[in-house]
């Protein structure tokens, strides 16, 4: 009775309104937890649970040990296809970066049609499907392409040279197709450095590309992070492109899955595979979990 | 509620018993009750974050207090949802819905009281005509300045005669020209209208021009409750005289209780007061503060009886008045104001001047003067 | 004209166009083709014919797939939307308790490869007999798409007072009158343009098609695919020129929801 008595009813009829009912500003917990719920259920059943089996598959089949992981690190021509995919991934996110930061500074300076015309420039590709953009990649690097004629035309060659099915058209390929991904965080971040910043610099005596260097650069760097991570993550598991424009003895490691379940039927091997993937991807996006917008990547609008 | 209803419709009184607010470890609200009269006007006035926010909510019902309960009209609505408790509110900011017509804004509380269509425009346009907006029902809110927004808003919480009306720092977003202008509107129709009016504001000028009485909060507490003249003549508290206009405190030690106390200052004099000047009870010895306004302290002559020697350090001429703001020995700054501009004029920051306050100007305070 | 030039300035235009030129020189040569006559794709185009779109207007596997990620993609665009929604409205205007996990799950469809979610819903799919169907496609897709039409609904939430809704309860609207009358037409412009974003993201998605489809039910992007990596027909640019029509004119849609949303939200706020 004294346990009753010390609680006053107000406060347990409180307790179930704070529960049950919405008090104005904020939805009841009841109310937030239905709205919630088909979401939680789709990512839960959809998403989660798929890839914990995965990689539930990789350590348990054919016996619960790690041989899968062993076999994915120690064979050579495994390692081999992990080191190419970085080197890629690293290579295509240093290509993006360095054509996509004076890009996104453009943007930021041009006004009227120039900035329409650039911003169009830059989204189309963002738009189109990746699946054209390959193609056309397909297209200009074939045996009698354009940039085979190209090269023939200037003497470069005397005969057509074999550019498809090679690394370099993975790598330009990957590096348009990944471009947009890399302007629209660092546009959103230059974009958002107030014009008084670079004129402070100014009348205190900066000159102009000093003023970019030591005040635009600095506040963009946030932007730049963002877009490199995001290209980078993007292209350690790209498959569309190596797969239609690399070659088949130069895997990245998003073919060699495929090849593994389409053609090998190794399933635990597979799935070992992409929990090395998985694994380096999120530990990656920890660590840079603070640094990143990920919201901010269709274009840093706020 | 009725369409009919008369025009003034009668306020409802709120009762509001021991009500607490605790987020975690930190209280909002403390032991807050107050009962506030059918058509009072009452303001509750105290810092950011002294609770008087969270008690408007928990009035609204859009936030549920931790203890205490809230009657309206003598009935229980602690728990009611906001929208079942037929209370009129305007916000800080007007809140006008922007996807809306002015006359659609207004009319909004009667749609969701389902009144027919025709019948809630008249209602509305009626409502807007209360707030000298008549005509403007067809405007998009985007297309009026912030006053007439503000005057909607206060069209659409009184258009279905609600018995409170609740007011969230509703002048605050305004310049000072229109807040004076509203200031009288809104005056104007809680004496139309009868209703009851609970009004949240930090700005104590604000709160003794309108209200009927005044509730000075901090910490979530109570300091003082009472008509604006109560509250600037005779401050129940320390925070309550510095919260309110601007207040002179001068410490020093008790040195006789009785009919006439007396203290000595550590300004230098000796002072003899009346006992009403006593708010708190000391007993001789203990450290007390003397409050005296500005406007009662004035120069005196050299030698003067309970003239306090100050060393001047600034004079600064106010239109109406000279504020001559002056430090004493020991440290303490004293202000006055000053009518006579001829008086000072030979003033200049760092002569002497003697200052003298009539003993009915004082009130004293157990303790220490706050910083 | 400033008489001192500056070569600076000149060199980073110069650069930029060049970039610029890289980005768009592909997507500038690959559509003629759709119009060239030989069936082999030669630059510049041969001829003029319209062959090709009546090949991919005529070619029932072709229109199977297309229609089917047509609708694969209304589905995907409409429950992204709905779920999506609820669940922002929730996180912004809730308890936060779960905002952690949250952000979490939002997170992973955008850092995860497509490859692990493709691999991973393969195995899953199959065991639940869902391989090849368009409930299948329809899944998979509003996972991949969520996490954009979240942020875009958090950042429209983020605009809309949330007083407005507390003066509409005031008002005497319940709490979901309130969002019915005030918020979701305010935010709505968002909600669409996350949906068609989701749209986008669904008809254009080639991993996961790649791995679900069975043999018949093709998605349309696993048509180009297969079309791509087998034998480069000029149907290929044909497709490439309807998707690319269809994009701006999605563009611009968008373009102007946004525009219209973040001008009746700016009322709002200043309101």
């Known amino acids: 009775m004294s346990i009753f008595a010390a609680t006053p009813p107000a406060t347990a009829s409180g307790a179930l309104a704070r529960l049950m009912r919405s008090d104005g500003r904020r939805i009841s917990s009841l109310g937030s937890l239905l709205l919630m719920a088909p979401f939680f259920l789709l990512m839960g059943f959809v998403f989660v649970w798929p890839i914990v089996n995965l990689l539930a598959i990789s350590v348990l089949e054919p016996q619960p040990t790690f041989d899968n992981y062993g076999r994915v690190l120690s064979n050579p021509v495994y390692a081999l296809v992990l080191m190419r995919t970085l080197w890629i991934a690293v290579l295509v996110t240093g290509l993006t970066l360095l054509f996509s930061y004076p890009v996104a500074y453009a943007m930021t300076r041009a006004k009227g049609p120039t900035l329409v015309l650039i911003t169009a420039c830059v989204l189309l590709p963002f738009w189109s499907s990746v699946l054209v953009r390959t193609a056309a990649w397909a297209v200009l690097l074939q045996r009698n392409g354009l940039v085979n004629q190209g090269l023939q035309w200037f003497g470069l060659t005397s005969e057509p040279v074999r550019l498809l099915y090679t690394q370099g058209a993975v790598v330009v390929a990957m590096t348009h197709v990944l471009m947009p991904f890399m302007i629209l965080p660092i546009y959103g971040a230059l974009r958002n450095i107030s014009p008084d910043y670079m004129r402070a610099a100014a009348v205190l005596g900066a000159s102009r590309s000093r003023a970019f260097r030591e005040v635009m650069l600095p506040l963009s760097l946030p932007g730049v992070l963002s877009g490199s991570i995001l290209v980078f993550l993007t292209a350690l598991g790209f498959f569309v492109t190596p797969a239609l424009l690399g070659s088949p003895q130069e895997m990245m490691i998003a073919t060699l899955v495929s090849q593994q379940i389409r053609e090998t039927l190794d399933w635990p091997f597979a799935a070992a595979l992409v929990g090395v993937l998985t694994l380096f991807v999120s530990l990656i996006a920890v660590i840079f979990s603070k640094a990143v917008r990920f919201d901010r990547l269709m274009g840093g609008r706020e | 509620m009725k369409a009919d209803a008369p025009r003034v419709a009668s306020g409802a009184n709120i009762t509001i018993d021991g009500l607490a607010k605790r987020f975690g470890q930190v209280t909002a609200v403390d032991h807050f009750s107050v009962d506030i009269a059918a058509g009072e006007f009452l303001a509750l006035l105290g810092p950011s974050g002294s609770g008087k926010t969270t008690v408007l909510m928990s009035i609204a019902g859009f936030e549920f207090p931790t203890e205490g309960s809230i009657r309206i009209g003598g009935e229980d609505v602690t728990y009611t949802p906001a929208n079942r408790r037929n209370l009129g509110m305007v916000f800080q900011k007007y809140t006008l819905f922007p996807h809306l017509s002015v006359l659609d804004n207004v009319a909004f509380p009667l749609k969701m009281r389902g009144v027919s269509k025709p019948e809630r425009h008249k209602r509305a346009e009626a409502a807007l005509a209360t707030v000298r907006l008549a005509g403007y029902g067809s405007r998009m809110p985007n297309q009026l300045s912030g006053g007439q927004q503000q005057r909607v808003a206060l069209a659409r919480a009184i258009v279905y005669h609600p018995r409170v009306l609740l007011m969230d720092e509703p002048l605050s977003a305004l310049d000072k020209n229109l807040r004076e202008e509203m200031q009288l509107e809104i005056k104007r129709l809680h004496s139309e209208l009868g209703i009851t009016v609970v009004f949240v504001t930090h700005d104590q000028a604000e709160a003794l021009t309108m209200a009927n009485r005044v509730a000075v909060l901090k910490d979530g507490r109570i300091q003082q409750i009472g008509p604006a003249p109560e509250l600037y003549e005779r401050p129940a508290n320390l925070f309550t005289a510095g919260f309110i206009g601007e207040m002179n405190f001068l410490p020093g030690r008790l040195a006789a209780a009785g009919k006439t106390p007396s203290i000595k200052l550590d300004a230098g004099p000796e002072w003899r007061l009346p006992a009403a000047a006593l708010i708190d009870t000391p007993s001789p010895g203990q450290s007390v503060v003397a409050t005296v306004r500005p406007e009662r302290v004035s120069l005196g002559s050299e030698g003067a009886a309970g003239a306090i020697p100050v060393r001047v350090q600034d004079v600064v001429y106010a239109g109406a008045a000279v504020l001559l703001i002056g430090v004493a020995d020991c440290g303490t700054e004293l202000r006055a104001r000053l009518s006579g501009v001829s008086e000072v004029a030979d003033l200049r920051p760092g002569d002497m001047a003697h200052l003298v306050v009539p003993p009915e100007a004082v009130l004293l305070y157990a303790g220490a003067a706050a910083a | ?271």
């Open chain 3, 1 to 271: 004209m400033n008489p001192r030039l500056d070569y600076g300035r000149l060199f980073l235009n110069a650069y930029v166009y060049a970039v610029l030129a890289f980005v768009l020189v592909p997507i500038a040569i690959i559509l003629p083709m759709a119009f060239s006559e030989p069936s082999y794709l030669t630059f510049p185009p041969q001829g003029f014919t319209l062959d090709w779109f009546s090949t991919y207007f005529g070619d029932s596997r072709w229109m199977a797939a297309t229609w089917l990620s047509l609708r694969v993609a209304t589905l995907t665009a409409i429950l992204t939307a709905v779920i999506g929604t609820m669940a922002t409205y929730a996180m912004v205007r809730g308890r936060r308790g779960f905002g952690s996990v949250f952000q979490v799950l939002l997170m992973g469809p955008i850092v995860i490869p497509h490859i692990a979610i493709a691999v991973s819903l393969y195995m899953f799919l199959s065991a639940m007999g869902l391989l090849g169907t368009m409930f299948g496609y329809v899944l998979a897709h509003t996972v991949l798409a969520m996490p954009f039409v979240v942020f875009t609904v958090a950042a429209a939430l983020s605009r809309v007072d949330a007083d407005l809704e507390a003066a509409a309860m005031s008002c005497g609207a319940s709490r979901f009158t309130a969002f019915h009358q005030v918020t979701l037409p305010l935010i709505l412009p968002n909600v669409a343009s996350g949906g068609l974003f989701a749209f986008i993201i669904s008809f254009d998605e080639p991993v996961v098609s790649f791995f679900l489809a069975g043999i018949r039910d093709k998605t349309l992007p696993r048509m180009m695919f297969d079309d791509i990596e087998q034998n480069l027909t000029p149907v290929i640019p044909a497709v490439a020129v309807i998707l690319t029509l269809a994009s701006v004119a999605i563009i611009f849609g968008t373009a102007l929801l946004r525009h219209r949303a973040q001008r009746m939200q700016a009322i709002g706020r200043e309101a």
